[in-house]
């Protein structure tokens, strides 16, 4: 597989992942670690199919359980503090604040050896994260705000995808089929969880249920393996330059379907956001 054709299968995963917003606002009521457990065990299955028919069962067997572990922390806690991001503010909020993962990924590459940082790096995060704090701001920060706890969750969701996608770079000798193993251990992981924390709380309709589907099936479940590839074979610069489209898509997709409001707040930090990591992006591809 040539380094284009890595690329060019990773940007899928951005293309997916700007409807997961859209998807995880049309499953509720679910609360979020059922909403994990479900979607995962349906990426599992997209997994194990594919494993099972590549005949590849033998390639997970000498991989160090830190590998796995690695990578089910990545997902399960990215998707839990996405999950409950999205029911504790709005999506629209909530998603542009998580969607500042391909920013950071940008500048944390540019901290790995043989990368450094510079001013294009940190004049983009201070544009990108200036467009995020107009968007917890709304005309004035309050701590009291009942979205705040959503959005400082949206935050952390950022952080855990970028550090993620950085250090699967760093492993680039191990095999994608892992990527269904970090998806099994998270449907299982996130059962106890939802037991210990929540209400069991079924989708009450048919769009709930196929917005359950489509997440496990696109966001939650492709995107994932080929994410993997992109980053561990493609050009890890070039994709993050893709990634900053999905805040903008992701934002039009919401307005589409009726559950966000067109504002000027909301459209000027979309703007800054992507303007911002293109900055970044493109002081990272001069270095």
């Given at each position: 597989m040539t380094r284009n054709t890595a690329t060019s299968i990773g940007f899928v995963a951005v293309l997916l992942w700007a409807l997961l917003a859209l998807f995880t606002a049309g499953s509720e009521p679910v609360p979020p670690f059922l909403l994990n457990a479900m979607t995962f065990t349906i990426a599992s299955i997209i997994g194990v199919i594919w494993v099972l028919a590549r005949g590849r069962v033998s390639v997970l067997r000498p991989v160090p359980w830190t590998i796995y572990a690695f990578g089910t922390a990545g997902l399960f806690g990215y998707h839990a503090l996405y999950y409950s991001a999205l029911r504790l503010a709005p999506p629209a909020e909530a998603g542009l604040i998580?969607?500042?993962?391909?920013?950071?990924?940008?500048?944390?590459?540019?901290?790995?050896?043989?990368?450094?940082?510079?001013?294009?790096?940190?004049?983009?995060?201070?544009?990108?994260?200036?467009?995020?704090?107009?968007?917890?701001?709304?005309?004035?920060?309050?701590?009291?705000?009942?979205?705040?706890?959503?959005?400082?969750?949206?935050?952390?969701?950022?952080?855990?995808?970028?550090?993620?996608?950085?250090?699967?770079?760093?492993?680039?000798?191990?095999?994608?089929?892992?990527?269904?193993?970090?998806?099994?251990?998270?449907?299982?992981?996130?059962?106890?969880?939802?037991?210990?924390?929540?209400?069991?709380v079924w989708p009450d309709s048919n769009i709930a249920w196929l917005s359950v589907l489509a997440l496990g099936l696109g966001p939650v479940g492709l995107a994932f393996y080929v994410w993997d590839i992109g980053v561990k074979r493609g050009d890890i610069q070039l994709l993050g330059v893709a990634s900053y489209a999905a805040p903008l898509l992701s934002t039009l997709v919401l307005i589409a379907a009726g559950i966000a409001q067109v504002s000027w707040q909301l459209l000027v930090a979309a703007v800054l956001i992507s303007f911002g990591a293109g900055i970044a992006a493109m002081a990272s591809r001069d270095s």
């Open positions: 998580a969607y500042l993962w391909p920013l950071l990924i940008v500048l944390f590459s540019g901290l790995l050896p043989g990368e450094r940082l510079r001013t294009g790096h940190i004049v983009g995060a201070l544009v990108s994260f200036g467009g995020a704090a107009l968007i917890v701001s709304r005309g004035g920060l309050s701590l009291e705000s009942a979205a705040t706890p959503g959005l400082i969750l949206a935050a952390f969701c950022a952080l855990t995808w970028s550090s993620y996608s950085v250090l699967s770079r760093r492993m680039d000798d191990t095999p994608t089929e892992v990527v269904t193993v970090y998806c099994i251990a998270t449907a299982i992981l996130s059962v106890p969880a939802h037991l210990a924390f929540e209400t069991t």
